[in-house]
């Protein structure tokens, strides 16, 4: 089972939490310090999983992020690995090449995602397309108030080219 | 100019996601970003938090806003500060009408509040009436909710309806209601204990993602309880089967592999049902071996399923060619360059070695290179191989390297696993008791307070009952070279409290029982730790306890004592004491003091911390006394039960029997006492604690020395049962020492160094070793000799095979980690593809489905379906003609939705001049994108 997902800026700067086991504010503050200390400083070439208070973490960078997720002795790390990056191809599926910008200014969206990539710490669904549509059966909801913000964009995008 | 191109390029990204954020929350993200320092974020996060609580007062926010606040509640969280003021509004948010506030509301709520939460109550009862909603997607948000909110107290109240839920006609709401059960049965077992049926249904539902998402609560039951779903066994195997012929829907593929998340989900499940089971076993046999034919180990996935294989492998009925399979698989993996794959390669190992023992030794050099690697994990990992491969033979070198690497680390979490594990090493294997020692004095000194107090029992009782023989010799040896040991360890600084009291109590029972130092000596060493550690009360304890006895066996063997200065100011000190254990001791070490030879002797006899104190429970020795009292008058003992039945209790009963206080109130009144008997002979008998020490085991506050004495009695019986380190270990030293000679060629050439593998390898290899490391390759085989020392013969021409295998090894693995996936191909025509596949599959006469359908009560009969994949298909399974009419009702469905994503992705995405702009922009944020290629993520994903 995956105990929570984390990704972390390479400054240490946390981007996303999401806690799939109790932990208290407190416990998740000593958490991220923690473990950012231990990923950040890991060199390039060494293993992307850490053992950790008697679990696992497997990581993976991408461009300035980590991606990190905690998991049981007893589970696949390689799979894990899969998973992150799994999630990483949504991401950018959804976003268009998404970078961290995406992230930090739509971290909910990517909450979204993630809710439905995951669920109570296993894996629902590894079919990206199934992904996909849920999504954006949900974003056809919001479509009105989008294009409410999409002309005042356009306007400016206009003005500014 | 610049800014208004920013504000634009936040406002476009605000519109695509559909949320139009306020210039004040993207000026907040924008701050954070450039915040230097963890304090400028956190003067920056509590401005926003007194902004937001003021906000948040203010009548009729509207909803927009107040969604805004939510989502801004939520980044101050995830910062690590506490949002706990808004969380009543998130949970007021989830009971909206609104679509997007509600699920904004969920979000908030899931992230904010932990399942024990008062405020959780509140939210049932908007789950409730959410799981009733019409609208597929306002269920999705509740069931996600469930997940993580309802605990064991709030399980019945939405059961029923998630329950319901398994049987809606939307694949997604299933799969989440499976989910949800799955929860509730980690949560409460018992809660979901009816339902296991629908488990099974739901294996075969037509939604592949539904039957990928049941496999997971499916692994617990099974891991649970094994028995009652062999009858699973083959379908699974025929799931797993299809699933590897890619009989499931292309969009489950995963870089070109069919729905590997699934395989490795059966393959978990496959290794509980096939563990110790022949027939289950054998069933799997085929499908494995296919897998280990068809996975690709070139790609990432393929190698998390190559590693499934090799654990499914180890936990069902080996299979002699599987395990070939398996271990080429492994050699693969440590041949690697990657480090994420020999870190599998050696779990592997560790996970065949048991079935075959003889597979480490042609990976000896690979474990070794491991084992020195400057990673550490992947070190941990090596050492966890080491551990389980551990025999007499290799015991001293590998135990000689996990306490050099417990003294190197400060995790205290894996110091205490590594020194237990060494503890227990020893234990098992010890050559000889003298090492054992050594190794429990280099454990103790360096993790000393992280070890199980058991094993400073342990070794305790190792010293005072020696070989278990009669060979008073070596155990007067032994007791000496563990006085010696301690004596030179004792003044080093700051030793760990469980080290201390052990070496209290050797020097104590044994400092001067060999004549070679003085009492004077060893009482003073054992002053300097009672002073040195004043603030830890039980090594004092310890440390005056040892001293009594030392003084007791000086008076005994008639000689004077001449109490130190230091002890005595000690004593003093100690008569003064806050602590009553050791003030009592001191007393007791003073009224000793006093006494006669002849006391003494019989106090604290020598050497007798083995023998078993005959408690006389019936204090026989009382007889005389009590009879003489009857007959003078008193009133004879009237026993505990007779009285709490009579309910005669007097006053001077209860006091002078001291188990009444622990009985449980009584709430009737006590009687009068009767006036019976003549009160002073009643007076006389109460037992006044005497002086006389054979009387203490009865008495609550019997003198310490010998409560000391018995509790380490009681503890070594109770550690008596397994008796690791005794005899087996001593066998073992006399089978290793047959080989002396051989051993010492060990070291000249390394041919035949594995030979005095067993004897030799105490101390000479690792010294060589540490003293020059640049030749590395004799010293690595040497180790590896010493590592893999097994049977003699054979080895040697193994090693030298293997020393071959090393400097191919660069040239001969390909470097296994393909670090760029081709972009899937993204075709329009896929799902035609996916559609039309059934119908070119004929159907076997062992349908591996139809023995699913056995398992149906009815649900998926519908169709009568021969057809396999019919079941997978969205529409009714029958033919071509019905397929492409599905093909086209995904297509529209898929259409709406996919259109628009797949539009902006064609837009944005191979854009390279937006993606420019977006790293400006990132630049500009202080975001910092490290690497060159402007489009970041792009280059990672192909």
């Known amino acids: 089972m995956i105990h929570f997902v984390l990704l972390v800026s390479r400054q240490g700067k946390v981007r996303l939490t999401k806690w799939y086991s109790p932990y208290t504010q407190k416990e998740r503050s000593k958490v991220i310090r923690e473990l950012s200390g231990v990923i950040l400083n890991r060199g390039p070439k060494l293993c992307n999983f850490v053992e950790w208070r008697g679990y696992k973490v497997v990581y993976k960078r991408y461009a300035s992020l980590y991606f990190c997720m905690c998991i049981d002795q007893e589970d696949n790390e390689l799979e894990v690995l899969e998973i992150i990056h799994h999630y990483v191809e949504i991401l950018d599926r959804y976003f268009g090449s998404v970078c961290e910008l995406d992230l930090i200014f739509h971290f909910h969206k990517a909450y979204y995602i993630l809710d439905e990539l995951l669920i109570a710490g296993e894996l629902q669904e590894s079919s990206k397309k199934t992904i996909a549509r849920i999504v954006s059966a949900h974003d056809q909801v919001v479509e009105a108030a989008k294009e409410e913000a999409g002309s005042i964009s356009n306007i400016i995008a206009q003005a500014t080219k | ?942």
């Open chain 2, 1 to 942: 100019m610049e800014q208004l191109k920013t504000i634009g390029r936040e406002l476009a990204m605000g519109s695509q996601g559909g949320f139009g954020q306020s210039k004040e929350f993207l000026d907040l993200v924008k701050s954070i970003g450039e915040a230097r320092s963890k304090a400028e974020e956190d003067r920056i996060v509590l401005s926003e938090i007194d902004i937001l609580k003021r906000r948040l007062l203010e009548p009729d926010v509207p909803k927009r806003k107040m969604k805004e606040y939510i989502i801004r509640l939520v980044y101050i969280e995830m910062l690590g500060h506490d949002a706990s003021f808004g969380y009543i509004h998130a949970v007021k948010m989830t009971h909206d009408d609104n679509l997007l506030l509600k699920r904004t509301g969920y979000l908030a709520v899931t992230l904010f509040l932990n399942e024990d939460h008062d405020l959780i109550i509140l939210i049932v009862n908007t789950i409730q009436k959410d799981l009733r909603s019409d609208n597929y997607l306002v269920v999705c948000a509740a069931l996600n909710a469930i997940c993580r909110l309802i605990n064991e107290e709030t399980i019945p109240a939405v059961l029923p309806q998630v329950v319901d839920l398994l049987n809606h006609q939307k694949e997604a709401v299933r799969k989440k209601a499976i989910m949800a059960l799955h929860r509730f049965h980690r949560k409460s077992p018992s809660s979901v204990s009816h339902l296991i049926s629908n488990f099974r249904k739901r294996l075969c539902d037509n939604d592949p993602g539904v039957m990928g998402a049941t496999l997971c609560p499916l692994f617990d039951l099974i891991s649970e309880d094994v028995t009652s779903y062999k009858d699973l066994v083959s379908s699974f195997v025929s799931i797993l089967k299809q699933v590897t012929e890619r009989r499931l829907p292309k969009s489950y593929d995963y870089h070109q592999m069919p729905a590997p998340f699934i395989q490795i989900k059966l393959l978990k499940i496959m290794a509980l049902l096939g563990s110790g089971d022949k027939s289950a076993s054998e069933i799997m046999y085929m499908v494995l071996g296919d897998l280990f034919r068809k996975c690709d180990s070139s790609t990432n996935i393929g190698n998390a399923i190559l590693y499934e294989c090799i654990r499914c492998i180890s936990c069902i009925i080996p299979n002699p060619k599987l395990l070939e399979a398996a271990a080429d698989a492994i050699s693969k993996f440590l041949k690697s360059d990657s480090h994420n794959l020999k870190y599998m390669g050696i779990d592997g190992l560790g996970r065949l070695i048991k079935i075959s023992p003889d597979i480490a030794e042609q990976h000896q050099l690979a474990v070794i290179d491991c084992l020195e690697d400057p990673d550490d994990t992947l070190k941990r990992k090596t050492f966890e191989l080491l551990y389980k491969m551990t025999k007499s033979s290799n015991v001293e070198v590998i135990v000689d390297r996990m306490i050099d690497y417990m003294i190197s680390i400060n995790d205290n979490h894996y110091k205490t696993e590594i020194a237990s594990r060494c503890v227990e090493l020893a234990e098992q294997f010890a050559p000889s008791n003298q090492w054992f020692i050594q190794i429990m004095n280099k454990v103790f000194e360096h993790a000393g307070d992280l070890v199980n107090i058991k094993v400073a029992h342990n070794l305790m009782r190792l010293i005072a009952e020696g070989f278990g023989e009669d060979d008073d010799d070596a155990d007067s040896k032994l007791r000496l070279s563990a006085v010696e040991s301690y004596l030179q360890i004792i003044s080093e600084p700051k030793l760990p409290s469980l080290f201390l009291q052990v070496i209290s109590w050797v020097l104590g029972e044994y400092g001067t029982a060999d004549g070679k130092y003085s009492a004077s000596y060893i009482s003073g060493k054992l002053c300097d730790v009672a002073d040195a550690y004043s603030s830890d009360e039980t090594v004092k304890g310890y440390a005056v306890s040892a001293l009594m006895k030392i003084y007791a066996f000086e008076i005994a063997s008639g000689r004077k004592v001449d109490v130190l200065p230091e002890c005595q100011s000690l004593i003093e000190e100690l008569l003064a004491s806050h602590s009553t254990d050791l003030q009592q001791r001191a007393y007791e070490l003073q009224a000793l003091l006093a006494l006669d030879a002849r006391a003494v002797e019989s106090i604290i006899p020598l050497d007798a911390s083995c023998e078993d104190i005959e408690v006389d429970k019936d204090l026989s020795f009382l007889n005389g006394y009590i009879q003489q009292a009857i007959e003078s008058g008193a009133q004879p003992y009237i026993s505990e039960r007779e009285r709490s039945g009579m309910f005669e209790t007097t006053d001077y009963h209860s006091q002078d029997h001291h188990e009444v206080p622990s009985h449980a109130l009584r709430f009737e009144a006590y009687e009068l006492p009767k006036p019976s008997g003549p009160p002073q002979a009643s007076t006389e008998l109460v037992p006044v604690p005497e002086p006389s020490y054979y009387s203490e085991p009865h008495q609550p506050v019997s003198t310490s020395l010998v409560s000391e004495r018995e509790s380490t009695e009681i503890k070594l019986r109770l550690d008596g049962v397994k008796q690791k380190w005794g005899r087996p270990s001593y066998q073992s030293t006399t089978s290793a020492s047959s080989t002396p000679q051989q051993a010492a060629n060990g070291t000249t050439t390394h041919s035949d160094g594995g030979g005095g593998g067993a004897g030799s390898s105490s101390s000479k290899p690792r010294s060589s070793y540490e003293s020059k490391k640049p030749e590395i390759d004799p010293e690595k085989q040497r180790l590896a000799a010493s590592l893999f020392g097994g049977s003699s013969s054979s080895r040697t021409d193994r090693k030298s095979s293997s020393g071959g295998h090393k400097p191919g090894k660069g040239t001969a693995s390909k470097p296994a980690t393909i670090p760029k996936e081709n972009p899937i191909p993204v075709q329009p025509p896929p799902d035609l593809l996916d559609f039309g596949e059934p119908t070119a599959t004929t159907v076997t006469s062992t349908d591996p489905f139809k023995e699913l359908e056995g398992l149906l009560d009815s649900s998926s009969q519908d169709g009568g379906s021969t057809d396999v994949m019919g079941l997978y298909s969205d529409a009714a399974p029958v033919t071509t003609s019905t397929s492409v009419d599905s093909l086209l009702s995904e297509l529209s469905d898929s259409s709406k939705g996919n259109a628009r994503t797949y539009q902006s992705q064609a837009s944005k995405g191979p854009n390279s001049k937006e993606a420019l702009e977006k790293d400006a922009l990132v630049r500009q944020m202080g975001v910092n994108p490290t690497s060159q290629n402007p489009t970041l993520f792009k280059d990672l994903l192909g």
